[in-house]
């Protein structure tokens, strides 16, 4: 029989698909073709199948999805390390908002998003959600790296540097979704900042558009209890409850943090199969609180994770972030096969893609799924040994040990050398921008 | 004026020296001479000023002491993801005294200490303590690899593959610290292993040694919820409460794990002077609770910081344990200014320098110290921009950027190379541990 002409054939020592949960193949290979991954198959099996225009082997690595980072403000990483160590408030206010009303731009929306795109490709993420000012500089930046990402619009009722008023920061962005209609790796959400930035009128109608449009709504709520005590105060209702007053509970609606749940908020979220992003970094770092991880997936609840912005965090690697998780879900729910390695794994790929709305094309390795992928080499002695790879992946240092990262079949790094952005610009450019911000 | 002749002059974009406080030297150079520092100057001052042997120039890092990793079982890095996703107790009975049972030996502690001091080397510390069994083979393997340790030997008070008896352990011990006296980088150290598997009769045996010969106690204590209610029911008082009616409550005793904290135990520790080591990671890993960090801070207790072992971590990277107590801490005490990027710095260095009675030795960069240092490669998109070298080490991934290490001013590690160590022999070593553990 004559072998089939594909594109690329990866053998690697191991693989993890995702689906089958818990799956670990080895000394298989990876087919794709025009993009898509044609199948799994034992390395010889695949040798004899296929004829690929370019073969990958990777001796000592685990192959996986690529990770989802389900929320951030990518550009936002300019600000990494500005003003650490203090509560959410006065950071927010007294810090991370003047010196945005000083030097936010278009110009820093891209340096920043080039820069935090590297960052999130070197250590495994392929796929990003994110939300910040001038969305179609965003969306832009995605397009040249060859990265896949929800570029969220985000709407406030006041002023800012992104737009005079909520019908501005609305229209600009259903502008920029008709722009990217028909773009496979690029999806435009509404972004309503919060529940305490953004007014009645304007939720109800994010909710329609929403609703008509079937378009995502990326939205942090319930990160601290301060947020819920003022919305006690101002509405009479729990910052959840007004969301679904108001509509904007949606199946395809995210809720970023939800550090703050009792009973009613679980029900409403699972009523809606809505989604939440789980930032446990960020939370931490503020101060803001525990979401309790379990206690949402034991209801059922499709939790993905997010890094937030580098301002908060201070780093965009998801591995590290999915170890944060992974570790702290046990503590918080007082059981230590809470999240395991294989859970924590889904949270950070399958189920990012869920709560995106692309779980048909990305988050596990499966025959006509779009090949978003990675590498990971297992060969330090910080590595050894190795008896589980999901364990290793989980809770060892795997961001640091990324290789290879592919979307849609396109190499985004190779040998840990990026393809698509110049390094030596991307740090020239965050030193300019240091030396302005904050000059010695 | 003739030049000072001194062996070693570090030249290093910034300094971190912990001591003063919140220090941070840009363009500045540390002098070395005949193991000990002698001071920090700018650079040109130094160049003028000594005439030195080697010259090591540093052009976009930050040197700073090396860490101190306050607590764990080196040769555990042989099981490490052996067991994952289970709590304290049936992790320990069903999995890892059995394959402990099973396969520990002499050479599985050689083995599994060499292979954890060349990832503790590559990720920054230059000093730890030790407790795991056969203590004499761990002194053996920390003098050949030039670290710095506290070698515990381990004291239960039933037979395992280290000793028949209490007898048998503190004998076997008390030779092992008079073959290292006069040794100025290893101290042998008394760890009865924890209250409930050492009893009242050993741990009073424990007491009078430790006093007479002003030797260290290293005591897992208060480490999960149960261990205490367990207490409650056998001796009518907490751990903590037994330890000082036994008289083990010492200066020179340090608590390790402490996740269970009532009032009267910070009394106690106050009154007496102990040191608590943090082990953050191991704590969530297993669920076993939070250490309020902050909180013993707050009243003056010396807190430390340690990884535990590999099987309960799963690293051995004392940076990545410190973003993780960074960030819990604040979380923990409801206040996003706790444990700030410097006092966490200081809780990896001086802190464990204290804890285990080497303030005077290392801990620090100041004149009259012992050259115990790293430096940190700061260059990558994923450490840029750089407003604030202290956040970047803390809460960046600083522990995959070390490139230098050295022991009483001798070099451990260069330009990221084990100087000490063989890697490949260990990761040859640590396959077939792997292979006869668990075969495939």
Redesign the interface.
């Known amino acids: 029989m004559q072998p089939t002409k594909i594109d690329l054939l990866i053998n690697s020592r191991w693989i993890i698909p995702v689906v089958p949960e818990g799956a670990v193949f080895e000394n298989c290979a990876v087919a794709i073709d025009r993009q898509r991954i044609v199948g799994i198959y034992p390395q010889a099996e695949a040798r004899n199948k296929f004829a690929a225009d370019s073969v990958v082997d990777l001796a000592d690595h685990i192959l996986m999805p690529g990770l989802v980072n389900a929320h951030g403000h990518a550009a936002m990483s300019?600000l990494?390390?500005?003003a650490?160590?203090?509560?959410?408030k006065p950071?927010l206010e007294e810090h991370i908002w003047p010196v945005e009303s000083r030097v936010l731009s278009e110009q820093f929306v891209a340096d920043g998003t080039d820069?935090a795109i590297?960052?999130m490709i070197?250590?495994g993420t392929t796929c990003f959600a994110d939300m910040y000012f001038f969305a179609d500089r965003i969306a832009e930046r995605v397009h040249r790296s060859g990265m896949r990402s929800q570029v969220g619009f985000t709407v406030f009722d006041f002023p800012t540097a992104g737009g005079k008023d909520p019908d501005d920061y609305i229209h600009k962005g259903l502008q920029l979704r008709d722009s990217y209609k028909g773009n496979d790796l690029i999806k435009i959400a509404c972004a309503p900042h919060a529940p305490y930035t953004v007014g009645d009128e304007t939720m109800r109608r994010i909710a329609t558009y929403a609703n008509e449009l079937d378009m995502a709504v990326h939205i942090h709520c319930h990160e601290t209890a301060q947020e819920v005590s003022d919305s006690l105060k101002i509405y009479s209702c729990r910052p959840l409850q007004r969301l679904d007053d108001l509509g904007v509970l949606l199946p395809q609606t995210q809720l970023v943090h939800m550090t703050q749940i009792v009973e009613d908020d679980i029900r409403l979220i699972q009523d809606h199969n809505c989604h939440v992003v789980h930032c446990p970094?960020s939370?931490?770092?503020?101060?803001?609180?525990?979401c309790p991880v379990g206690q949402l997936m034991d209801a059922g609840i499709n939790v993905a994770l997010g890094t937030d912005g580098a301002a908060s965090?201070?780093?965009?690697?998801l591995f590290?972030e999915l170890?944060?998780a992974?570790?702290?879900a046990?503590?918080v729910?007082?059981?230590?096969?809470?999240l395991?390695?294989h859970a924590a794994l889904r949270m950070a790929t399958i189920n990012g893609a869920r709560a995106l709305g692309w779980q048909d094309e990305i988050g596990s390795l499966e025959a006509g799924k779009s090949a978003d992928m990675i590498a990971v080499e297992i060969?330090?002695?910080?590595q050894?040994?190795?008896?589980?790879p999901a364990?290793?992946l989980v809770?060892?240092?795997a961001?640091?040990q990324v290789t290879h990262s592919w979307v849609a079949g396109k190499a985004l790094l190779k040998e840990r050398a990026l393809v698509t952005l110049n390094?030596q610009n991307?740090?020239r450019r965050?030193?300019q921008?240091?030396n302005q911000?904050?000059p010695e």
């Open positions: 300019l990494r390390g500005y650490d160590d203090l509560p959410l950071w820069l590297a960052e070197a250590t970094e939370n931490l770092k503020l101060a803001s609180g525990f965090n201070n780093d965009l690697d590290g170890k944060t992974a570790l702290l046990k503590a729910a007082n059981n230590a096969a809470t395991d390695a060969s330090s002695p910080s050894k040994p190795l008896y589980n364990s290793q809770y060892g240092n961001g640091s390094e991307l740090i965050a030193d921008w240091r911000i904050s």
